[in-house]
Structures are given as structure tokens and as C-alpha cells.
């Protein structure tokens, strides 16, 4: 009787992470596709002077920062405990990375911010 209570709720974990993982996938997919258009519409209607504005520093900040979480959505669909314990430092050696970058520009490059 134990081990059917066992079966059925490592079905039904199974069933609740397929269900988030099509989630995970749509958002990032829509992510990508966001992001492409976002970028491509601003600097069209904004104009070449956009690079240089503060805007564009902020936005991409605030880009680079979602961007870099996007592995560990993607960690987190993976079946393979030991392929998503991978995925996962992977993604903190990113997110990581990341942020040293963005504090770099904020702490060394003061005209890049």
C-alpha cells in the first residue's frame, strides 16, 4: 500500500512538472520574441540617439538582469536531477557574471551608465 502512495505521488509531481514546464517554455519563448521586437521597435521609432540616452541604459540593464534568469526557468523543466543540479550552477555562474558585469560598468565606466 506504500508503494502505490509512493507511484501515485511521483505521478502526480511528474504531472505538475510537465504542466509548469510548457509554462516555463511559452514564457521564455515569448520572452525572446518580446525582447527582439521591443528592441528593434524602440530603436526605429526612437531613432539612432537612443543608444546614448539614459533610457537605453536602464532598459538594458534591466534586460540583461531577466535575461539571465531565463536558465534557471529553464533548470527548473529539466526531468534529470543531475542534468538540472548542471543547469542550475551553470545559471548562477551566469547570473553571476551578470551582475559583476552591470557593477563593472556602474563602478569602473561611469559614461557607460
Known amino acids: ?3 502505490n502512495n509512493t507511484i501515485e505521488n511521483q505521478n502526480e509531481i511528474n504531472s505538475i512538472k510537465k504542466d ?3 509554462i516555463i517554455i511559452i514564457l521564455v519563448v515569448g520572452w525572446m520574441c518580446f525582447s527582439q521586437i521591443f528592441w528593434m521597435a ?3 521609432f526612437v531613432g539612432i540617439n537612443f543608444y546614448s540616452s ?3 541604459k536602464i532598459t538594458n540593464i ?3 538582469i531577466i535575461g539571465a534568469i531565463i536558465p534557471f526557468a529553464l533548470a527548473f523543466i529539466m526531468k534529470d536531477k543531475t542534468k538540472q543540479v548542471i ?3 551553470i545559471a548562477g555562474f551566469y547570473l553571476l557574471y551578470t551582475f559583476g558585469a552591470i ?3 556602474f563602478l569602473f565606466l561611469p559614461n557607460v551608465l
Open 54 to 56: 539614459s533610457l537605453f
Open 87 to 89: 543547469v542550475f550552477i
Open 103 to 105: 557593477a563593472y560598468k
Open 20 to 22: 509548469y514546464g510548457d
Open 42 to 44: 524602440l530603436s526605429f
Open 62 to 64: 534591466l534586460m540583461s
Open 1 to 3: 500500500m506504500t508503494e
